[in-house]
C-alpha cells in the first residue's frame, strides 16, 4: 500500500514585497484523495498552486511532491496539471496538440483514450484557435490526463464549460481519484466542492484557515438557517434584536436569517409575540458556510 504523501507543504512562505501571500502553510495530502482549494481573492491559492508546481520557491519552508522536489516530480512525470494561465498553440489540431502531450510523457496513455476521456473526440480534427471557451478547457484536461499521473492539479478547470459538460468532468475526475490519483482542484463553484470534494481546504490570507471534509466546514461555521413567513411584517429593529443572530434578510414578509444557536433563536422569536408560518431550520451551505468562515477571520484580523 502507498504510504509516501502525495504532496506536502511544511511550514512554507512566500512574499511578494511587503504581501505574504502564503504564511505559515502546512498541510499533507494523501492518495486517491480529491481535495478543493477555496479561498477569497488574495487568500493565496494561485501562489501555493505555483509554489506546488516549482513556478515559484517559497522563502522558507520546503514543498515535496512523492518525496521529491515539485520540479523533479514533474520531469519524472508524477504530476498532470491544467491552469488558467497559459494560450494552447494556435494552428495546430487538437489531435497534434494531445498526441504531443501523449509524446512527452513518460508514461502516455493512447492519444484516443485521452480525447475520450476529455469529451474532445469530435473536436479533434480542429485548429485549437477555433475552440469555444469552454471547448479549450476540455482540451486543457486532456493535456494534463495525458499520461499516469499521481497527482493531478486543476485551477478553475470548469470554468466556460455548460452544464453538461461540468458534470461530465466531475464523473471524469471521481473515475481519476477511484484509480488512485489525487486531484487536488480550486474553483469558484462552491456547489462544486461540495459534491465532489472528499476534503476541503479554505485559505485566508495564506493561511490553512479550515481543513475538512464539507460536512465538517459546514459544522465549523456553526451558523443555522432559519427561515420563516410573517403574517405581519415586523420592524428590522425587532428582529435584529433576536440572540445569536448572524444575518438577517427580509423580503416582504420572508424572513431568512442566520444563527449561532438556532434554538434559542427560536425561542426567542415565539417569545416576541410573533407566529412564523412555514418555519425552516437547516445547516449551512458549503458557499454560506465559506462566508461566514472567511468574515470571522477577517474581523479577527482587524478587531
Not at 29 to 37: D, I, K, N, Q, W
Not at 184 to 199: C, G, N, P, S, V
Not at 231 to 247: D, G, K, N, Q
Request: include cysteine.
Amino acid at each position: 500500500m502507498e504510504t509516501t504523501p502525495v504532496v506536502e507543504f511544511d511550514q512554507v512562505t512566500k512574499s511578494y514585497g511587503d504581501v505574504r501571500a502564503v504564511d505559515g502553510l502546512a498541510l499533507t495530502l494523501r492518495p486517491g484523495e480529491t481535495v478543493a482549494l477555496l479561498g477569497p481573492n488574495g487568500a493565496g491559492k494561485s501562489t501555493t498552486l505555483d509554489l506546488l508546481l516549482g513556478l515559484k520557491q517559497p522563502d522558507s519552508g520546503t514543498v515535496r511532491v512523492l518525496g521529491r522536489s515539485p520540479r523533479e516530480a514533474i520531469v519524472g512525470g508524477h504530476v498532470g496539471a491544467m491552469l488558467q494561465s497559459g494560450g494552447l498553440m494556435d494552428e495546430v489540431t487538437v489531435r497534434e496538440l494531445v498526441a504531443l502531450a501523449c509524446a512527452l510523457h513518460p508514461r502516455p496513455f493512447p492519444v484516443g483514450e485521452v480525447l475520450s476521456r476529455a469529451g474532445i473526440t469530435q473536436l479533434a480534427d480542429r485548429k485549437v484557435n477555433k475552440l469555444s471557451g469552454g471547448q479549450e478547457q476540455r482540451v486543457r484536461f486532456a493535456l494534463a490526463t495525458a499520461g499516469d499521473s499521481a497527482l493531478i492539479v486543476l485551477d478553475e478547470p470548469t470554468t466556460g464549460m455548460d452544464v453538461t459538460a461540468r458534470q461530465a468532468f466531475w464523473a471524469t475526475m471521481r473515475e481519476q481519484a477511484d484509480q488512485g490519483r489525487t486531484v487536488l482542484f480550486a474553483t469558484h463553484y462552491l456547489e462544486e466542492a461540495d459534491a465532489t470534494a472528499d476534503r476541503v481546504l479554505v485559505l485566508h490570507r495564506g493561511r490553512l484557515l479550515a481543513d475538512g471534509t464539507a460536512a465538517e466546514i459546514k459544522a465549523k461555521a456553526g451558523a443555522r438557517r432559519i427561515s420563516f413567513d410573517l403574517e405581519a411584517v415586523a420592524e428590522e429593529a425587532v428582529l435584529r434584536a433576536l440572540p445569536f443572530l448572524t444575518s438577517l434578510d427580509i423580503s416582504g414578509r420572508t424572513v431568512r436569517i442566520q444563527s449561532s444557536d438556532a434554538d434559542a433563536t427560536v425561542h426567542a422569536l415565539y417569545g416576541l409575540g410573533l407566529y412564523p408560518r412555514n418555519l425552516e431550520v437547516a445547516g449551512l451551505g458549503l458557499e454560506q458556510a465559506f462566508v461566514t468562515l472567511t468574515a470571522a477571520a477577517e474581523e479577527a484580523r482587524t478587531s
